[in-house]
């Protein structure tokens, strides 16, 4: 795990103070299965963010409204377009391991969709780090696009890509 010293802690962007290091038994006091995980408090107002494996924070604090617009724009949004994408697409798994592999590349591509039609890096473009505004630019982004839209953009960029590489080493 990173040193806590070395990890900068998010700024809370409602109040603008910053946040304090924490663990998940503050946070989550009815899941003991994350008492362990590192999380990271803003005192004055209450927002909180959760942390990856290193104790990194993996956004921004949220109040009770940023989360819920954050959870909206996964679940009724992000997550029916990565899950549907075999149905949506041209693809035939032959197995389980095969849907799930096209699932997780068709997550990648709508996040990478998202931080394109947004003008955001793919740093940026973490929905983690994303205000109410963002939230709400996001789904509404996403919801008039479908799968298949986003996988022939991938596709163009995926095939400009590999010309412009031939073009260089000719």
């Not at 990890?7 to 663990?23: A, G, V």
């Not at 391991?97 to 969709?113: D, P, V, W």
């Not at 479908?146 to 596709?155: D, F, G, N, Q, S």
């Amino acid at each position: 795990m990173t040193s806590p010293s070395t990890i900068q802690l998010p700024p809370c962007i409602h109040c603008r103070k910053s946040s304090r290091r924490t663990n998940g038994a503050e946070i989550y006091p009815n899941r003991p299965d994350l008492a362990e995980r590192v999380a990271y408090k803003c005192d004055p107002c209450g927002a909180y963010v959760g942390a990856d494996s290193e104790g990194r924070p993996v956004g921004y604090p949220a109040n009770a409204q940023l989360r819920a617009a954050r959870k909206s724009l996964i679940a009724e949004v992000i997550e029916p377009l990565w899950k549907g994408a075999v149905e949506a697409g041209a693809y035939t798994p032959e197995n389980d391991q095969a849907k799930t592999a096209i699932q997780m590349a068709a997550r990648n591509r709508i996040y990478r969709f998202l931080g394109w039609i947004m003008g955001l890096t793919a740093y940026e473009a973490q929905v983690a780090r994303f205000d109410l505004e963002d939230c709400r630019r996001a789904y509404w982004l996403l919801s008039k696009t479908t799968y298949p839209e986003i996988r022939k953009w991938a596709k163009a960029r995926e095939t400009k890509a590999q010309n412009e590489k031939e073009t260089t080493h000719v």
